[in-house]
């Protein structure tokens, strides 16, 4: 029986070291998570790094692709003539 038990506390040890670095890992991720920037042509969310990167009066604006960086200027232009 004191065997059994011994068992179990063994497990709970490795179980609990295990949730511990996994925790750890998931707020790592929430950092990258925080790199994510708002496409405004598509409203999707991109990360960062692969997003293109363009400044229109002074204001910082990310794409997803050319197709939206495009789509995006030309919205602009109608509403602003
Ligand atoms: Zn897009």
Do not use: H
Request: glycine letters at 2%; hydrophobic letters at 40%; aromatic letters at 18%.
């Amino acid at each position: 029986m004191k065997f059994l038990i011994f068992i179990a506390f063994l497990i709970f040890i490795y179980w609990y070291f295990f949730i511990r670095k996994k925790r750890l890992t998931s707020d790592k991720l929430g950092e990258l998570v925080e790199e994510l920037v708002l496409d405004e042509n598509c409203r999707r969310y991109i990360k960062k790094e692969e997003a293109i990167k363009v400044e229109i009066d002074g204001k910082n604006y990310y794409f997803c692709s050319k197709k939206c960086l495009s789509e995006f200027l030309q919205k602009i232009s109608k509403s602003q003539p």
